[in-house]
């Protein structure tokens, strides 16, 4: 029987698909990818935390306060961190766009304070 994936593993798997043929992290990215596993992992036990606290008779307010800030805290966190090691897509823009675009900027573009 295999091990289950955690959470964190399962992130950085589906980060390492992104990357086209021929390409790989660097040092640095590999150690951000480490950590980006460890806090994914990290989350999914504090959100088990959470939901046995949520199951107590005598809810403590605090500690779902508290936990639910370190939960949306650590999730921010790793949310820039993959945003980060995604690689750059740039939208396709087409040639009358960009005419547009051009003409509008060096033409001081729009209608400008007075219409509005």
């Known amino acids: 029987m295999t091990p289950r994936k955690t959470p964190g ?6 980060l390492r698909g992104l990357l086209e043929d021929g390409y790989e992290f660097d040092e640095a990215e590999e150690h951000l990818l480490s950590m980006l596993e460890a806090e994914t992992d990290r989350v999914a036990a504090l959100r ?18 508290e936990l639910s800030a370190e939960i949306r805290l650590l999730e ?22 960009q005419k ?5 900027w060096r033409t001081g573009g729009g209608p400008g304070l007075a219409a509005l």
């Open 9 to 14: 593993s399962r992130l950085v798997e589906s």
């Open 48 to 65: 088990a935390v959470l939901a046995a606290e949520l199951a107590k008779a005598e809810v403590s307010t605090r500690r779902v306060t």
């Open 76 to 97: 921010k966190q790793v949310g820039q961190w993959a945003a980060s090691l995604r690689p750059k897509q740039t939208a396709a823009k087409s040639w009358t766009h």
């Open 100 to 104: 547009a675009a051009n003409t509008r």
